[in-house]
């Protein structure tokens, strides 16, 4: 009988690391039990939604300039902005710049409660998931932890591979609501830039169901982009798993960079990029892109 995808050894061997990369809270044994027992897909979603939280270092193409005319803080915060750009142009690490709540808060069993008061978002970035949004500080500084200082200005940007689209600096108030439940200005004026901006690349009558991806969002607040991905990362899994026990096709993936005296692949992820990783080797092949 072939064994299960889920009971062989290099797959056993992807999913714990999959499971100590993601930081758990409260980090007890009750919350790793329930990440050991999410199935392969479920597992691959809980990595994605938690990794797109940060950015791939690589050089980037810089648009939307212009969101940051008229705005009086873009005079007075200059020098950050000129600095943070600068690293987004280079390729530097921007991890620095991001929030600092994903190094803590990656997955909650809470967050999966079966009760009708179970806040679905306590380990999810919102805007990030609704907008498709990353959010930069702009501190000139590192602190000791490794972040880049704490500003109450940051930019809202749309991330990919290549490009960096400013969409405007925002105080932390585009993140809040008023006392009365009602949005601040910041946060009105932040949703109003992201609609402009989803209506501009709509076709007449086109409806746009939002999230990131602009495919939606699931129950669960994952982008339905998540789940699709996760779902076609275990087929590349069932696909190819198999056919790495054949030394003939293990040659053929290492073409050109040769193959070592004793090939070690394993399942791996850089940032986002999904593929086989041979560390020996220095030798990683991409299967699958990450989006940013």
């Known amino acids: 009988m072939t064994a299960a995808i889920e009971d062989l050894k290099r797959i056993k061997a992807f999913r714990r690391e999959l499971i100590a990369a993601i930081p758990r809270f409260p980090n007890d044994k009750a919350s790793l039990q329930a990440f050991k027992a999410k199935s392969l897909t479920d597992l691959l979603m809980t990595y ?13 193409k810089i648009t939307g300039l212009s969101m940051l005319d ?18 987004v142009e280079a390729g530097h690490d921007l991890t620095p710049y991001l929030s600092i709540d994903q190094h803590t808060r990656g997955y909650t069993p809470a967050a999966e409660a079966r009760s009708p008061d ?3 978002w306590a380990d999810k970035d919102f805007l990030l998931n609704v907008m498709g949004l990353h ?31 400013i969409l405007g600096l925002f105080t932390h108030a585009a993140f809040d609501y008023e006392g009365d439940g009602t949005m601040t200005p910041e946060r009105v004026k932040l949703w109003s830039i992201y609609e402009a901006r989803q209506a501009a690349g709509a076709s007449p009558g086109q409806l746009m169901t939002g999230g990131y991806g602009g495919l939606g969002i699931t129950l669960s607040s994952q982008p339905v982009t998540v789940t699709r991905t996760a779902m076609r ?60």
């Open 48 to 60: 994605i939604g938690w990794r797109l939280r940060y950015v791939a270092a690589r050089p980037r």
């Open 135 to 165: 959010h930069f500080h702009l501190g000139l500084t590192k602190e000791t932890a490794g972040h880049m200082k704490r500003t109450n200005e940051v930019v809202f940007a749309s991330v990919t591979r290549d490009t960096f689209e």
């Open 118 to 120: 179970a806040n679905t």
């Open 233 to 292: 990362y275990v087929k590349i899994l069932r696909e190819i798993e198999p056919k790495l026990d054949d030394p003939a096709y293990v040659r053929a993936l290492y073409g050109k960079s040769g193959v070592p005296p004793k090939p070690k692949l394993k399942w791996h992820f850089r940032q986002l990029d999904f593929g086989l990783l041979d560390e020996d080797a220095g030798f990683f092949l991409i299967l699958a892109k990450g989006p940013n």
């Open 70 to 87: 008229g705005d009086p803080r873009s005079a007075t915060l200059k020098a950050n902005i000129d600095a943070f750009l600068q690293a």
